[in-house]
């Protein structure tokens, strides 16, 4: 049993250490001749959809830096002072990916993907696999509470199926917002939006008045003319920010160029990614339709494909206040969310989809997600902070703790919150889980 456990730790750990860059066009190259596509054409689709990720991971990367200081000159102004430090999701991978669980995550969860398939549980084929990192955080997180490491794999077996059930249930939504067939986007910290997003969905449905008014950024951008165009728009929200934040003019021009740039950049990087996918996409749709008459399997990527939509782009930006402002005043927080700056262009990429693009709608639910991932992450701040130093993680200068900001704050709560409490919540998730199956099943693999 020892060799075994070895064994999948190694390949674990092989893979994980290629890194996204190079493991996200090597397992889009090989779906794609699984699916029978030419060498020539596989090879090109993994490269095109490598290079997509990677701007996008260079225009985020771009956004965080150019916000980072801003949301810091905020956070000196009110003097705030909290227990943890978000440590961004780099860090939280690393650390997921160096525990006990995270060692053997990835051969395990494709085997579960596998048996959920099997079950007829999921139609997705998760082929996200570095972003396998997410459940064996969680596995961790309730390892490290609960000194059991049964309850962890639980744990991280409840997220994913979660994960892939949600992503069945939001599969044509998110289809039908970018334009391409045969996905779904069951990556972990995004896909914890959509309940909420469905909810909020339910709510706006109801509500004189506003269940019939719908703000498209589109048709926004033609109402306003020019200053509705994409790269405008986004000079003007990063200057007014600039000198919000007390910056002088030439910084703050600085900073509405680079939000520009953002707006102008990612949405051509999405449609890099999904040049490369229509071939495998519409490969595997023939392929399942021949060996599986009358039943539809979807590619699970990342939610990197969903930041493009204009709401998405939008929400990014205007986010940052209300992050602020829940930092200063929300009960209880203990969170300070310095990293999560550079992620906030994911903060509407499913609830951009489940709204059909409308930018009020997506707005007020990221603002509700919001708050559900301050209350997640000073939750499982202990716990991160516990698991960090298991392994030695340098903390950041200053910080005496860390944690997570994630819009997965809702599935932390519940799946970590039941799981603390033993195999009596390991009963209630188990409760928790079917309800939520039942209540998914009209999206259920055929």
């Known amino acids: 049993?020892?060799?075994?456990?070895?064994?999948?730790?190694?390949?674990?750990?092989?893979?994980?250490?290629?890194?996204?860059?190079?493991?996200?066009?090597?397992?889009?190259?090989?779906?794609?001749?699984?699916?029978?596509?030419?060498?020539?054409?596989?090879?090109?689709?993994?490269?095109?959809?490598?290079?997509?990720?990677?701007?996008?991971?260079?225009?985020?990367?771009?956004?965080?830096?150019?916000?980072?200081?801003?949301?810091?000159?905020l956070f000196?102004?009110?003097?705030?002072?909290?227990?943890?430090?978000?440590?961004?999701?780099?860090a939280a991978a690393g650390i997921a990916y160096s525990t006990?669980?995270?060692?053997?995550?990835?051969?395990?969860?494709?085997?579960?993907?596998?048996?959920m398939l099997t079950l007829k549980l999921t139609r997705t084929v998760n082929i996200d696999i570095w972003n396998y990192w997410h459940y064996a955080f969680i596995g961790s997180l309730v390892y490290a509470v609960t000194g059991n490491l049964a309850l962890g794999f639980l744990g991280a077996f409840a997220y994913c199926a979660f994960s892939l059930r949600m992503a069945d249930y939001t599969a044509k939504d998110v289809q039908e917002a970018l334009g391409v067939p045969g996905i779904s986007i069951p990556q972990a910290a995004s896909i914890s939006t959509a309940p909420i997003a469905y909810v909020m969905e339910w709510i706006y449905n109801r509500i004189p008045g506003f269940k019939n008014l719908h703000v498209d950024v589109k048709m926004m951008n033609k109402k306003m003319g020019v200053l509705g165009d994409p790269i405008i728009m986004g000079f003007i929200l990063g200057t007014l920010l600039g000198f919000a934040v007390g910056y002088n003019v030439k910084d703050a021009g600085?900073?509405?160029?680079?939000?520009?740039?953002?707006?102008l950049l990612l949405p051509r990087m999405v449609k890099v990614i999904m040049e490369g996918l229509l071939p495998v996409s519409e490969a595997a749709k023939a392929f399942m339709r021949k060996r599986f008459s009358g039943q539809e399997y979807y590619i699970g990527l990342d939610s990197a494909v969903g930041v493009g939509t204009p709401?998405?782009?939008?929400?990014?930006?205007?986010?940052?206040?209300?992050?602020?402002?829940?930092?200063?005043?929300?009960?209880?927080n203990q969170c300070l969310p310095i990293s999560a700056l550079?992620?906030?262009?994911?903060?509407?990429?499913?609830?951009?989809?489940?709204?059909?693009?409308?930018?009020?709608?997506?707005?007020?639910?990221?603002?509700?997600?919001?708050?559900?991932a301050f209350m997640g992450s000073t939750f499982i701040g202990g716990a991160v902070t516990m698991v960090a130093n298991g392994i030695n993680y340098a903390f950041p200068e200053g910080a005496a703790g860390i944690t997570y900001f994630s819009p997965s704050g809702l599935s932390y709560i519940t799946i970590?919150?039941?799981?603390?409490?033993?195999?009596?919540?390991?009963?209630?998730?188990?409760?928790?889980?079917?309800?939520?199956?039942w209540l998914t099943r009209e999206k259920k693999a055929a």
């Open 254 to 263: 600085t900073l509405g160029i680079k939000l520009g740039a953002v707006m």
């Open 342 to 372: 550079a992620g906030t262009v994911y903060t509407g990429a499913i609830s951009s989809c489940v709204h059909k693009g409308d930018f009020l709608r997506t707005f007020i639910t990221s603002c509700v997600c919001a708050i559900f």
């Open 311 to 332: 709401a998405a782009i939008a929400v990014s930006v205007l986010i940052i206040p209300v992050y602020v402002i829940l930092t200063i005043c929300f009960p209880g």
């Open 100 to 115: 006990e669980i995270g060692a053997i995550i990835i051969p395990v969860i494709i085997a579960f993907n596998v048996l």
């Open 416 to 437: 970590m919150g039941l799981l603390q409490n033993g195999w009596i919540g390991a009963g209630l998730l188990a409760i928790v889980m079917v309800v939520f199956f």
């Open 76 to 90: 000196e102004k009110f003097s705030i002072d909290l227990r943890y430090v978000d440590a961004g999701w780099a």
């Open 1 to 73: 049993m020892g060799s075994i456990v070895n064994a999948l730790s190694k390949f674990g750990s092989a893979f994980s250490g290629l890194g996204s860059t190079l493991m996200v066009p090597i397992i889009i190259m090989v779906v794609a001749m699984v699916f029978r596509v030419e060498w020539k054409k596989a090879l090109k689709s993994g490269l095109l959809v490598g290079a997509g990720f990677q701007g996008i991971s260079l225009v985020t990367g771009l956004l965080g830096q150019s916000l980072s200081p801003c949301a810091k000159i």
